[in-house]
């Protein structure tokens, strides 16, 4: 047989009725066909096991079977080979059944001409392919639903009902199968968030959007609180036009855990490095400051007490030196620990700090508050807030080559929100992801460990815009003692 013959199983008990079907055979298809015949069933299977097919044109009225069950014979033996069944009877409902009992096709005899034949046998040859390939897509869905290591459902997101739970899913939620099946997605979530979940879906639908990622708290039946992450997309369309979902989950308690640790150990050190950079600070301005202020002092003496050249002139230069040496040192000192944030609190810290750029870079600034007051009490809560700020003006300094700055201090639907906007040459986006990036960096971790984040959109040529957004609710009950402690 070559590649492209097809070897066709003929199963029919009238000589007559076979000779003129292989007959119609080669000459609807000459060289391309080979026809096997066997004049019962019991025949026909024992070819079936003895040789390949690709076709088999069987009459269902045979000396060892009758109707119907011929075609379930075949196909139990033989279920990956296409039926085309061929009956003296034009009966729609024989048709019909034998459609429905896997015949690829049904063909009446004395009514087929030689195009029909040919068109029967490779429509039937290509259908049975097309089922073959897609049952073996079932077959392999269903081993991964099953063995798959992460949590598996198909589900309607409008109802939350499941219409099918793959064995880790039930694992990960403390249920077996059969109880999820009768129950609701909302009945395994933690109570605080299962309105925050009803709004994420809901959004999800209304955005038509291809997939969506939602991290959420399950509440198991031992009352364990599980983090998981589900990942969503949609699967298929079934009557009515309803969509199941694809929802696959997995039990992040552990990462969230180890996020969260990692957060307090960095909340520890911001902390530490505080401390050490408010000691060095105070070192500065009471130790270095004063004995370079009592210096200065007494250089001011000796200038007046000798008048003589070259000494006084030498003096003065001393005093002068000493008078920036000074000014220097007060400068570390209010960078390592912003005096100003104790005595003006967070708001007066921010309008200090600003006043302070301006006239240190030239930059033009403009203040635009619309909140009576960010200070909450909570020193290491003030600090992040001031070092943020502090490092996008560092970085506008360095990288943005503007002229002007406009801040913007307002409350937004429960939150504090602080925005910078410049208008240099605009930050890149691959410079708001270069992992060396650190000044972001830190700014990020800070904002995170408020319970906040940083948003940063850069435009060529038009500038930059940070914008900080804060919990209100936070703020309010930080009441002086550190989060972290």
Not at 84 to 100: N, Q
């Amino acid at each position: 047989m070559t590649g492209s013959e097809i070897h066709i199983l003929l199963i029919e008990d009238n000589e007559t009725d076979a000779i003129l079907v292989q007959s119609d055979l080669q000459q609807a298809m000459g060289d391309q066909v080979s026809v096997v015949h066997a004049e019962r069933l019991s025949s026909a299977l024992q070819l079936i096991q003895e040789q390949s097919f690709d076709l088999i044109l069987s009459d269902l009225t045979l000396p060892d079977s009758d109707g119907v069950e011929t075609i379930n014979h075949l196909r139990k033996h033989a279920a990956s080979i296409p039926i085309a069944v061929l009956s003296f009877r034009d009966d729609e409902k024989l048709a019909i059944k034998s459609i429905k009992a896997g015949a690829q096709d049904y063909l009446v005899k004395g009514s087929l001409t030689e195009g029909v034949l040919a068109r029967v046998i490779r429509y039937s040859i290509e259908r049975k392919r097309i089922e073959e390939g897609i049952r073996k897509a079932q077959q392999r869905f269903q081993t991964i639903f099953e063995k798959a290591p992460l949590g598996i459902t198909l589900i309607n997101l409008q109802s939350g009902s499941y219409y099918d739970v793959n064995p880790r899913y039930a694992t990960i939620t403390g249920r077996s199968v059969e109880e999820l099946l009768e129950g609701n997605q909302s009945d395994i979530l933690y109570p605080e968030d299962v309105l925050s979940y009803h709004k994420d879906i809901e959004l999800f639908i209304k955005q038509r959007s291809q997939d969506c990622k939602i991290e959420k708290r399950i509440l198991r039946p031992d009352k364990a609180i599980i983090w998981i992450e589900m990942s969503i997309v949609p699967f298929e369309i079934l009557a009515d036009n309803e969509i199941s979902y694809l929802c696959m989950i997995e039990d992040i308690t552990e990462r969230k855990r180890m996020i969260e640790n990692l957060r307090h150990l960095t909340a520890h050190l911001q902390d530490v490095r505080e401390e050490e950079r408010t000691r060095i600070g105070r070192e500065i301005h009471d130790v270095l400051g004063g004995t370079l202020t009592v210096l200065k002092m007494d250089l001011d003496w000796l200038s007046k007490k000798i008048t003589a050249e070259p000494m006084h002139e030498r003096i003065e230069s001393l005093y002068q030196l000493t008078g920036e040496a000074i000014e220097t040192a007060r400068r570390v000192s209010v960078n390592l620990r912003p005096n100003v944030l104790d005595n003006l609190g967070l708001h007066g810290a921010i309008e200090w700090l600003i006043r302070e750029f301006e006239q240190r870079t030239n930059i033009k600034c403009n203040l635009e508050s619309m909140v009576e007051n960010l200070s909450c009490g909570n020193k290491s809560y003030e600090t992040s807030i001031f070092r943020i700020i502090q490092e996008i003006f560092i970085n506008i300094t360095r990288h943005a080559q503007a002229s002007r700055v406009d801040i913007e201090l307002a409350e937004e639907s429960g939150e504090a929100v602080i925005t910078v906007k410049d208008n240099g040459v605009g930050i890149k986006e691959f410079q708001i992801l270069n992992p060396e990036s650190f000044g972001i960096i830190g700014m990020n971790e800070r904002a995170q460990q408020l319970g906040g984040k940083i948003e940063i959109m850069g435009m060529p040529s038009e500038g930059s815009i940070v914008t900080l957004r804060l919990p209100l609710a936070v703020m309010a009950t930080s009441d002086g003692e550190s989060k972290n402690d």
